[in-house]
């Protein structure tokens, strides 16, 4: 049920606790009327009212003995005067409410050799307590005695947080400043039971969910993680936060709502809904330094107290919450089963101006800004603009109209392309744009693309044999020298001769020219399709030496000439790359003498160079490689084999173990032998590469019968050859008397057969075997 039909009548109120200082940590009692709030200069009780806070108790006073600074404070679920206290020297002590004076301070333990973050009581054991230090240990202490009951080594720096699980007794979890979270056993001290990495950096703190056995946990890398601790630990929900998580709080009643609080830079508290993990669900912004402490007032979920290093306790009441969600930028994007990309976005507008202008500088000023509109009218007035996007679909594969490609079932699908798709005989290229339409043909617009991405990077010349895996481009060969300068849009011709002068300095005839001497060059094929715009044109090594002028110098980055808006490119091209030329040359032995006290005379317009630096080429094998493992992870290993083998000698570039491979060969043959499909089945094992798939079809295809002459059983290894009456008499058919050759079909009982046609013919007649007269049962 939404939060604003549940909301009681309640109001956010605050109160100034300390001067001299803030706290570093508030709790509640068991009845939720009173907190305990405790710092290096504070360690005070307040009783929680309707209208505010009222100070109940003080016990440190004017004391200024090191165990009363506290960096975390717990209190007893089971005895409201039970108070424990983690201090900065490494003292846990705990505290007596009912006492009075000194003696408020019923034991102290100083056990831990360095400071103590974090304490708290067990959630049925009155008597038990555990601390988590910095020196990296945590401590079990029972009040009936004066020392600890055990220790437990985390084997970190610095143990943060710790918290008994709700769920299951004994078991209390604890993180730590190398990222791991730990599960401990309270009666096992030797050992954890659990210990897995969380986080990348430092984890602050954790909580249990009240009701579902999940941890959440916030770290300084800036996320909360939800983990699943039922069996072995399982991530669950991460929450993008934007500041270094100091504290988390999950909310009651209210199963995916947790609340956070940051280290540093952000001073507000946010409820998060873990299924909406980038933008809180709703903030509280009253705190004008950063959050130290929160807490939710018992069962009720709308009611959160926080404490700042501002020095001030607050009680908000959740109606008055900020929703971020409500103020954030409305828009949207989607994309269509038919390639098509829709985008909206909510356009403001404006109530218009009060006619009239004020002579006073302060009505001029504010005569300048918008208007202030009430919410009620901005909404009234506001609107959204939707914008859709057609995709060529020779790019995407998918097709733009319905009535082009009908729905298919899964299983029609799988036999079409199971008989239509080629995987050998052909170029690649030819393999691809063949098995790209029979992929479209049957709804499989992945597919289609995944086709079209192969014969644009596999089709070219540039991986052809023999292969060369280049592992760094040291010392690669330039592969630049064979490309031509890019076609930018379909009209940019028009647009170039309208200008007079193309984007390299040259003449349209030049222009021409160069596109004329480089177009048997072309690595993506000559088929005459003009290709989409770009942001760049792709120059090759002789281009870079012979055409780059002063002009367009500062334009030049590694080959690449930007062709944006003048300002963004002179922003992102290299100021100096007359520094990397001559890095690239071979450096000569040059005596002071030799060099000229000033520039020549003469400033050459064109920039000659002897050696451009190679340009590197994205290589697509990481990039195919995972793509087809995400086609078998959905289920469609038909693609991703039929791929791989149609790859040919080019699938060694591919990361893909082979028994990944292997396993894909025996899910496909298995699939096809389902379908009874036989022939093609037989094609893919034949294609394998892999000797344990080859020889799949010598695995129990061997049929036994007897010679159709002495009616023994036939144990030659010869064909249709009788070792015992020597005969082959059995491989020649019984109704035209020519040996078989292909196809043979036999009867089970009297041992005779021959060519299926000519026994399909004979058997729509007859009944009997047209040798021995057997009653012969043909289907």
Known sequence: MPDSLEEKDTSTISLRICVEGHANALVLNK???????AGRSLLKVYAINSNGFTESCNMRGKNQNLSYSANDVAWSTLDSNLLATAATNGVVSVWDLSKFGRQKQLLVYNEHERTANTVTFHSSEPNILISGSQDGTIKCFDIRSDKSVNTYFCNSESVRDVKFSPHTQNIFSAVSENGTVQLWDMRKWDKCMVQFTAHYGPVYTCDWHPTRNWLATGSRDKQIKVWNMDGRPGLEHTIHTIAVVGRVK???ERTYHIASCALVVDYSVHVWDIRRPYIPFASFNEHT?????IAWQGSDSHCLLSISKDSTIYKHAFKDATRPAMKANAQGASLGRFGDISFVNKIKEYAPKASGASNTKSSSFISRRKPNVAGSIQFHLDHSKMYKIMVNETFSGYPLSESVSRPTQEHESFIGCARELIISGKKLSELCEHNAEVSKKYGKHNATTLWNFIKLFYGSNHFEPPFEHRSSFSNQKNPMNSRRATQVASDWPQQRSELGQDLNGNTPETAHEIDVANVDDDPLGGSGVEHPPTSSVILSETQIISEITFDNFELLRNGFIFVGPTECAKALAFPALHHDVQAA????????????????????????????PPIPMWEPHKFVSDALMLMNDVGDVQTALTVLIALGEARKL???EDTLVEHWFYTYVDQLHRYELWNEACEVINRSWLRSVQQINQHSTAMHTNCGECGRPMGGKVGWYCDKCKSMQSAKCCVCGLIVRGLYAWCQGCSHGGHIEHLQKYFAKHSKCPKCGHMCSYS
């Open 654 to 656: 591919l990361p893909i």
């Open 31 to 37: 009845d939720n009327n009173q907190v305990a709030l």
């Open 289 to 293: 330094n950063v959050t130290t402490g």
């Open 585 to 612: 040359r071979p450096q000569l032995d040059l005596k002071a003498s030799d060099h000229e006290k000033s520039p020549p005379p003469h400033v050459p317009t064109v920039l000659k160079v002897s050696h451009a």
């Open 250 to 252: 999950w909310r009651p």
